[in-house]
């Protein structure tokens, strides 16, 4: 787990990753999920709420929100318990998941803000927050982080916020592994050339 991994709140956090030694235990909680085990959703929850909300906040700029989209997609997942089909592991289609939701709620916003008539953008009063304000590094990443195209800022805030291999990022994204590198090579680069820019 990289240093500073934190949940929305900027408190450390513990990612769950799971091993092949943990699959069988994966498959028995998903089994024991599916058959209506309270006991089993809620550890499920717990293990990964709050990676997940994480990444998605990092995409919505609101931790209300974000908090909000997981919440659904835990309730659709007790919901459909039943139906519930995983062939990949639960991080994996979990985080798929919630980068959907992601968009979609992007994409929502998106098309409220033209039918107002207004230009989109990332709103800025909440990529650079009031509590973050007498840390200008910190407050400086965001931005730079912020001004990634799409595909290069999910893969780098997965992998260097949610700790994620290129392979398992490249199964979150339907994306080969030799693009995420492509993609990832052109994140450190840009952000390198903003941060350094912004210094000046």
């Given amino acids: 787990m990289g240093e500073g991994t934190r949940n929305c709140d900027g408190q450390p956090r513990t990612l769950f990753m799971a091993s092949p030694d943990e699959r069988p235990v994966e498959?028995?909680?998903l089994a024991r999920?599916?058959?209506?085990d309270r006991a089993a959703f809620e550890q499920i929850f717990r293990e990964h709420f709050d990676g997940l909300a994480g990444f998605a906040y990092r995409?919505?700029?609101s931790r209300a929100i974000a908090e909000e989209l997981v919440q659904d997609l835990f309730l659709e997942i007790w919901l459909r318990r039943d139906r519930l089909v995983i062939t990949e592991t639960l991080r994996t289609y979990l985080f798929r998941a919630a980068r959907n939701r992601a968009?979609?709620?992007l994409r929502r916003n998106k098309?409220?803000?033209l039918?107002?008539?207004r230009q989109p953008q990332l709103p800025e009063t909440?990529?650079?927050?009031?509590?973050?304000s007498t840390d200008e590094l910190a407050a400086a990443i965001r931005v730079a982080i912020a001004s990634l195209p799409d595909r290069?800022?999910?893969?780098?805030l997965l992998s260097r916020e949610q700790n994620m291999t290129y392979a398992e990022i490249a199964k979150v994204l339907g994306l080969s592994i030799k693009t995420v590198e492509t993609q990832m090579g052109r994140a450190l680069k840009a952000l390198r050339t903003r941060l350094d820019v912004d210094k000046r």
Avoid: K, M, P
């Avoid at 999920?33 to 209506?36: D, H, S, T």
């Fill in 27 to 29: 498959s028995t909680l």
């Fill in 33 to 36: 999920l599916r058959a209506g």
């Fill in 59 to 61: 995409l919505t700029r």
């Fill in 103 to 105: 968009f979609n709620h």
């Fill in 111 to 113: 098309l409220e803000r």
């Fill in 115 to 117: 039918w107002r008539l």
């Fill in 126 to 132: 909440e990529a650079v927050e009031t509590e973050d």
């Fill in 152 to 156: 290069c800022r999910e893969i780098f």
